[in-house]
């Protein structure tokens, strides 16, 4: 089992930054992938970026390359996500999840654990 807390999240104005942390407990040395979510108000779930534990293998959405940047501190069993020149579509609910297996980063419904989920609001 594996247990996911997000934080971080807030309220910030267009072009600024904000850093989220994931802290794991439990069995993580079992994950292979830890990712980041979000849910924006009525849309679908969706991809923002993901790394591999072992070697620290990223994969990002289009959109947030070259704003957002995901990195993991093993040792701490943390990972943050860097999210700089913020706009207002980025306001989602931002959630941490875990990957048990070794493929398809991208894909939430092959995530294994969950967080609660950490608000940021991008004003204008």
């Known amino acids: 089992q594996v247990q996911l807390v997000e934080s971080g999240g807030g309220l910030v104005q267009a072009g600024g930054s904000l850093r989220l942390s994931c802290a794991a407990s439990g069995r993580t040395s079992s994950t292979y992938f830890m990712g980041w979510f979000r849910r924006a108000p009525g849309k679908d779930r969706e991809f923002v970026a993901a790394i591999r534990r072992n070697d620290g293998n990223t994969y990002y959405k289009d959109s947030v390359k070259g704003r957002f940047t995901i990195s993991r501190d093993n040792a701490k069993n943390t990972v943050y996500l860097q999210m700089s020149s913020l706009k207002p579509e980025d306001t989602a609910v931002y959630y941490c999840?875990?990957?048990?297996?070794?493929?398809?980063?991208?894909?939430?419904?092959?995530?294994?654990?969950w967080g609660q989920g950490t608000q940021v609001t991008v004003s204008s």
């Open positions: 999840a875990a990957k048990i297996s070794n493929y398809y980063p991208t894909l939430p419904s092959l995530y294994d654990y």
